[in-house]
């Protein structure tokens, strides 16, 4: 069965660092979402992309994030500079159309901020 | 419902039991509506969804239920194993507006 990949599986940085995160959908999914999950809740959405375009970004910290999806495929979030409070584990998810159809997600990246 | 707090609701049952697990989502313009398990350090992984038309429907050991008139959503896992021992997340979405996850419930099965 196809699969949304993850990676890096973790990673450990400094506060005020840079860091990414990289996601590849399951083939021929047009739509991509960034969820962060902080643990004990539920997943809330950072960004949602409609092949290269963002359709929903109201949700993701501008001043620090951001995200792209240059070809329409795989996708990149970056934080610079990151903080303590983002600690969380960043889903990247996929799904064949827009409504009505499930998101297939990845594994995550767990991001520890020190 | 949105999600909460850090404290998960937690339901324990018996290996080969039944279990149903409750959700109350918010938004009763919601018509799509999506279960998810997640075992720990995995991403969710989906279960079953149902649409808005329907107020009822089965999978392989899962049904899920929808009842609009009260918002709200179960989801029954028949002859449980431990396998199925996870955190599971019920998620609205009004047509094609983002996913929005309500508060886990922890399930741990007994042997």
């Known amino acids: 069965e196809a699969e949304v990949a993850q990676s890096p599986r973790y990673k450990i940085t400094e506060k005020s660092q840079a860091v990414a995160f990289w996601c590849d959908p399951i083939?021929?999914?047009?739509?991509l979402y960034w969820y962060r999950q902080i643990l004990g809740q539920g997943p809330e959405l950072l960004v949602q992309?409609?092949?290269?375009?963002?359709?929903?970004d109201s949700q993701l910290p501008k001043d620090r994030f951001s995200a792209e999806r240059l070809k329409g495929v795989d996708s990149t979030l970056k934080i610079q500079p990151a903080e303590l409070g983002d600690s969380a584990m960043y889903l990247c998810?996929?799904?064949?159309?827009?409504?009505?159809?499930?998101?297939?997600f990845g594994n995550g990246t767990r991001l520890t901020v020190t | 419902g949105e999600s909460v707090g850090l404290h998960l609701p937690t339901l324990s049952v018996q290996e080969g039991d039944n279990s149903i697990i409750n959700c109350a989502y918010s938004n009763s313009a919601s018509d799509y509506f999506i279960w998810y398990k997640q075992e720990s350090g995995k991403g969710p992984q989906f279960i079953i969804d149902i649409r808005s038309n329907m107020d009822k429907r089965q999978g392989q050991r899962v049904t899920v239920l929808l009842n609009k008139t009260v918002k709200h959503l179960s989801l029954q896992i028949a002859a449980t194993q431990p396998g199925d021992s996870a955190v599971y997340f019920c998620a609205e979405a009004q047509g094609a507006q983002k996913l929005v996850f309500g508060q886990g419930t922890r399930l741990t099965i007994n042997p």
């Open positions: 083939s021929g999914h047009a739509t």
């Open positions: 998810a996929s799904s064949l159309a827009a409504n009505n159809s499930p998101l297939h």
């Open positions: 992309f409609q092949d290269e375009s963002v359709v929903d």
